[in-house]
């Protein structure tokens, strides 16, 4: 991880379809998806003290099972909104969002629009926050300057360092909680979404064809693992 190897790979690679004329245009589209682990099984004791970036005591007189534990992992909610079923009674039942706890690590990608090619990318633990990494994932060479992303990359911070960058922010607006979506940002946002939900073939190439799992241990090695992915 030091060397950094799979990082310069990838920028060789990159380099390499920009000579072939695969060159960064239409915009970029950001976005992050939970690379799965094994689910650890540790005590509450165990848990506190990985949270803590420790070795838990009792393991310290167990060197083979510090080797075979992942203190980097983490858990993390991915929510899936309901679908409501066209012409359904209104009055009826409502299918609620789904709340599902994952555990494992978190890929990182900007996609070029014109050509959905990964240019950009960051793999962490699954719990870190999807926004916080948006600076490190925009792309300067990018013959356009439109970025889109979803609701979790919006804050004062990202739209001031894109202003500062000369980059169009095509992030989505939120909406208040508990309210609709006013009718003025609905419209803007479908459009975003039509052209946002470009990165989600990447991200369904890799879970399905790939079955992309992560079985290293340790954040150094599923770097190089989730960094593979994204070549590939």
């Given amino acids: ?8 790979l990838f920028a060789h690679f990159d380099a390499a379809l920009t000579d072939r004329g695969y060159l960064a245009m239409g915009g970029q589209i950001i976005d992050a998806t939970v690379a799965p682990a094994p689910k650890q099984r540790n005590s509450d004791d165990e848990k506190a003290a990985i949270k803590e970036g420790k070795i838990p005591e009792c393991w310290k007189t167990r060197p ?10 983490r858990w993390t ?7 409501v ?34 240019r950009t990318w960051d793999a962490s633990a699954a719990n870190a926050h999807d926004g916080a990494r948006l600076p490190e994932l925009i792309s300067k060479q990018n013959t356009d300057s439109g970025v889109w992303a979803d609701t979790a990359y919006r804050s004062k911070k990202n739209e001031a360092f894109l202003e500062r960058g000369m980059f169009k922010s095509n ?37 399905h064809r790939m079955a992309l799992f992560i079985r290293t241990i340790g954040i150094a090695r599923a770097r190089i693992k989730i960094g593979m992915a994204n070549l590939a």
Avoid at 1 to 8: C, L, Q
Avoid at 77 to 83: E, G
């Fill in 171 to 207: 992030i989505h607006q939120r909406r208040m909680p508990r309210r609709p979506l006013p009718e003025r940002i609905a419209p803007p946002n479908a459009r975003r979404s039509a052209v946002r939900s470009a990165v989600e073939h990447v991200f369904a190439g890799q879970k």
């Fill in 1 to 8: 991880m030091k060397a950094k190897a799979i990082d310069r």
């Fill in 85 to 118: 079923k066209e012409g359904g009674d209104p009055k009826g039942f409502k299918p609620v969002d789904l709340a599902i706890p994952m555990f494992g690590y978190k890929n990182h990608i900007g996609i070029d629009r014109a050509h959905g090619l990964i």
């Fill in 64 to 73: 083979a099972k510090v080797r075979q534990k992942d203190r980097d992992a």
């Fill in 77 to 83: 909610v991915k929510y899936s909104k309901a679908k």
